[in-house]
Protein backbone atom coordinates (compact mmCIF):
# COMPACT_ATOMS: atom_id res chain seq x y z
CA UNK A 1 0.00 0.00 0.00
CA UNK A 2 1.45 3.45 -0.93
CA UNK A 3 2.49 5.40 2.18
CA UNK A 4 0.88 8.71 3.36
CA UNK A 5 3.32 11.15 4.66
CA UNK A 6 2.16 13.61 6.78
CA UNK A 7 3.94 16.78 7.54
CA UNK A 8 1.93 19.45 10.19
CA UNK A 9 3.09 22.91 10.33
CA UNK A 10 2.10 23.00 13.89
CA UNK A 11 2.91 26.91 14.23
CA UNK A 12 0.09 27.24 11.68
CA UNK A 13 -2.48 23.77 12.91
CA UNK A 14 -2.45 22.56 16.02
CA UNK A 15 -4.48 19.23 15.79
CA UNK A 16 -5.39 18.02 19.60
CA UNK A 17 -5.50 14.75 18.34
CA UNK A 18 -4.13 12.49 15.23
CA UNK A 19 -5.88 9.29 15.81
CA UNK A 20 -7.39 9.92 12.57
CA UNK A 21 -4.31 8.82 11.48
CA UNK A 22 -3.49 5.53 12.81
CA UNK A 23 -3.46 3.42 10.03
CA UNK A 24 -0.03 1.92 9.01
CA UNK A 25 0.01 3.75 5.74
CA UNK A 26 0.10 7.07 7.60
CA UNK A 27 3.50 8.39 8.79
CA UNK A 28 3.51 11.63 10.57
CA UNK A 29 5.87 14.32 11.17
CA UNK A 30 5.24 17.47 13.43
CA UNK A 31 7.38 20.48 12.78
CA UNK A 32 7.20 22.39 16.00
CA UNK A 33 8.65 26.16 15.90
CA UNK A 34 12.08 27.33 17.53
CA UNK A 35 9.56 29.00 20.25
CA UNK A 36 7.08 26.48 20.80
CA UNK A 37 7.61 25.05 24.01
CA UNK A 38 4.21 23.21 24.94
CA UNK A 39 2.44 20.16 22.68
CA UNK A 40 -1.46 19.21 23.97
CA UNK A 41 -1.19 16.33 26.15
CA UNK A 42 -3.62 14.14 23.57
CA UNK A 43 -0.98 15.61 20.71
CA UNK A 44 1.75 14.42 22.55
CA UNK A 45 -0.16 10.76 23.48
CA UNK A 46 -1.57 9.78 19.72
CA UNK A 47 2.01 10.58 18.40
CA UNK A 48 3.57 8.02 21.29
CA UNK A 49 0.85 5.63 20.21
CA UNK A 50 1.81 5.40 16.77
CA UNK A 51 5.80 4.48 17.48
CA UNK A 52 8.14 5.13 14.71
CA UNK A 53 5.53 6.13 11.98
CA UNK A 54 5.73 9.56 13.80
CA UNK A 55 8.14 12.25 14.54
CA UNK A 56 8.87 15.91 15.91
CA UNK A 57 11.20 18.10 14.16
CA UNK A 58 11.75 20.68 16.29
CA UNK A 59 13.20 23.78 14.56
CA UNK A 60 15.84 25.34 15.89
CA UNK A 61 16.23 28.76 13.92
CA UNK A 62 13.40 31.40 13.98
CA UNK A 63 12.77 33.86 10.91
CA UNK A 64 10.10 34.11 8.64
CA UNK A 65 9.43 30.83 6.48
CA UNK A 66 12.20 29.12 8.68
CA UNK A 67 9.60 26.02 9.36
CA UNK A 68 7.94 26.01 5.64
CA UNK A 69 11.77 25.67 4.05
CA UNK A 70 12.61 22.80 6.63
CA UNK A 71 8.96 20.99 5.12
CA UNK A 72 10.24 21.72 1.71
CA UNK A 73 13.57 20.16 2.17
CA UNK A 74 11.52 17.20 4.34
CA UNK A 75 9.11 16.43 1.63
CA UNK A 76 12.33 16.63 -1.39
CA UNK A 77 13.97 13.83 0.91
CA UNK A 78 11.54 11.94 1.67
CA UNK A 79 10.12 12.04 -2.22
CA UNK A 80 13.90 10.72 -3.78
CA UNK A 81 13.49 8.06 -1.41
CA UNK A 82 9.90 6.70 -1.83
CA UNK A 83 9.32 8.40 -5.21
CA UNK A 84 5.66 6.60 -5.49
CA UNK A 85 4.38 8.12 -1.60
CA UNK A 86 1.50 10.68 -1.15
CA UNK A 87 2.50 13.42 0.72
CA UNK A 88 0.27 15.88 2.76
CA UNK A 89 1.02 19.58 4.00
CA UNK A 90 -1.54 20.37 7.15
CA UNK A 91 -1.44 24.29 6.66
CA UNK A 92 -3.43 26.92 6.35
CA UNK A 93 -0.59 28.99 4.49
CA UNK A 94 -1.08 29.02 0.74
CA UNK A 95 2.48 30.14 0.28
CA UNK A 96 2.97 26.13 -0.17
CA UNK A 97 1.16 25.98 -3.01
CA UNK A 98 3.46 27.27 -5.58
CA UNK A 99 5.98 24.70 -4.04
CA UNK A 100 3.41 22.11 -4.51
CA UNK A 101 2.40 23.15 -7.83
CA UNK A 102 6.00 22.50 -9.20
CA UNK A 103 6.08 19.38 -7.45
CA UNK A 104 3.17 17.90 -8.89
CA UNK A 105 4.83 18.95 -12.39
CA UNK A 106 7.88 16.58 -11.40
CA UNK A 107 4.91 13.63 -10.72
CA UNK A 108 5.28 13.92 -7.16
CA UNK A 109 1.81 13.20 -5.15
CA UNK A 110 1.38 16.08 -2.95
CA UNK A 111 -1.89 17.61 -1.28
CA UNK A 112 -2.25 20.47 0.93
CA UNK A 113 -4.93 20.21 3.97
CA UNK A 114 -6.14 23.04 6.10
CA UNK A 115 -7.17 20.59 8.95
CA UNK A 116 -6.19 16.59 9.77
CA UNK A 117 -9.63 15.93 9.02
CA UNK A 118 -9.16 17.22 4.83
CA UNK A 119 -6.82 14.58 4.84
CA UNK A 120 -9.62 12.06 4.96
CA UNK A 121 -11.85 14.01 2.89
CA UNK A 122 -11.75 13.72 -0.90
CA UNK A 123 -11.70 17.17 -2.80
CA UNK A 124 -11.77 16.11 -6.44
CA UNK A 125 -10.16 19.50 -7.39
CA UNK A 126 -6.79 18.27 -6.29
CA UNK A 127 -7.14 15.03 -8.15
CA UNK A 128 -5.37 16.02 -11.44
CA UNK A 129 -2.93 13.39 -12.59
CA UNK A 130 -4.11 9.71 -12.39
CA UNK A 131 -2.01 9.05 -9.48
CA UNK A 132 -3.88 11.34 -7.50
CA UNK A 133 -7.09 10.35 -8.85
CA UNK A 134 -6.43 7.15 -7.66
CA UNK A 135 -5.09 8.19 -4.01
CA UNK A 136 -8.81 10.16 -3.31
CA UNK A 137 -11.06 7.02 -4.81
CA UNK A 138 -8.89 5.07 -2.02
CA UNK A 139 -9.50 7.14 0.39
CA UNK A 140 -13.33 7.81 -0.26
CA UNK A 141 -13.46 3.62 -0.11
CA UNK A 142 -11.82 3.48 2.92
CA UNK A 143 -14.24 6.24 4.13
CA UNK A 144 -16.82 4.26 3.37
CA UNK A 145 -16.06 0.33 4.87
CA UNK A 146 -19.07 -1.61 4.88
CA UNK A 147 -20.45 0.10 2.19
CA UNK A 148 -17.83 -0.05 -0.78
CA UNK A 149 -19.71 -1.18 -4.14
CA UNK A 150 -19.79 -4.45 -4.37
CA UNK A 151 -19.93 -4.91 -8.45
CA UNK A 152 -17.70 -3.14 -11.03
CA UNK A 153 -20.56 -1.45 -12.48
CA UNK A 154 -21.72 -0.05 -8.67
CA UNK A 155 -18.07 1.29 -7.99
CA UNK A 156 -17.75 2.44 -11.65
CA UNK A 157 -20.77 4.77 -10.78
CA UNK A 158 -19.16 5.65 -7.65
CA UNK A 159 -16.19 7.11 -9.22
CA UNK A 160 -18.10 9.13 -11.49
CA UNK A 161 -20.09 10.62 -8.92
CA UNK A 162 -16.83 11.66 -7.25
CA UNK A 163 -15.45 13.40 -9.73
CA UNK A 164 -19.03 15.05 -10.65
CA UNK A 165 -19.28 13.02 -13.62
CA UNK A 166 -16.58 15.37 -15.52
CA UNK A 167 -14.94 11.96 -16.31
CA UNK A 168 -15.44 10.10 -19.40
CA UNK A 169 -16.54 6.20 -19.13
CA UNK A 170 -12.78 5.09 -20.49
CA UNK A 171 -11.49 7.51 -17.74
CA UNK A 172 -13.46 5.43 -15.21
CA UNK A 173 -12.34 1.90 -16.64
CA UNK A 174 -8.95 3.05 -16.63
CA UNK A 175 -9.53 3.93 -12.21
CA UNK A 176 -10.43 0.83 -11.65
CA UNK A 177 -7.91 -0.69 -13.64
CA UNK A 178 -5.30 1.43 -11.96
CA UNK A 179 -6.56 0.45 -8.65
CA UNK A 180 -6.27 -3.12 -9.26
CA UNK A 181 -2.87 -2.89 -10.67
CA UNK A 182 -1.79 -1.41 -7.47
CA UNK A 183 -3.93 -4.47 -5.53
CA UNK A 184 -6.22 -2.08 -3.48
CA UNK A 185 -9.25 -4.29 -5.51
CA UNK A 186 -10.17 -7.41 -7.13
CA UNK A 187 -11.96 -7.62 -9.99
CA UNK A 188 -13.55 -11.17 -10.52
CA UNK A 189 -16.50 -10.79 -12.96
CA UNK A 190 -19.10 -8.36 -12.50
CA UNK A 191 -17.77 -8.66 -8.25
CA UNK A 192 -15.02 -6.12 -6.41
CA UNK A 193 -13.45 -7.06 -4.07
CA UNK A 194 -11.18 -4.86 -1.67
CA UNK A 195 -8.02 -5.53 -0.13
Known sequence: MQTNYVLIDFENVQPNSLEQLAHNHFKLL??????????????????QRLGDRAEYVKISGSGSNALDFHIAYYIGRLAAADPSACFHVVSK??????????????????LR??????????DVSNG?????????IRRNLEQR????????????????????????????SDLIGELATRDYITVSGPKVTYK
Open 30 to 47: VFVGAHQVKLPFELAASL
Open 93 to 110: DGGFDPLLQHLKSKKITV
Open 113 to 122: ARTISDILRV
Open 128 to 136: NSRAERVEL
Open 145 to 172: KAARPKTVKTLGSTIAALFKKQISDKEV
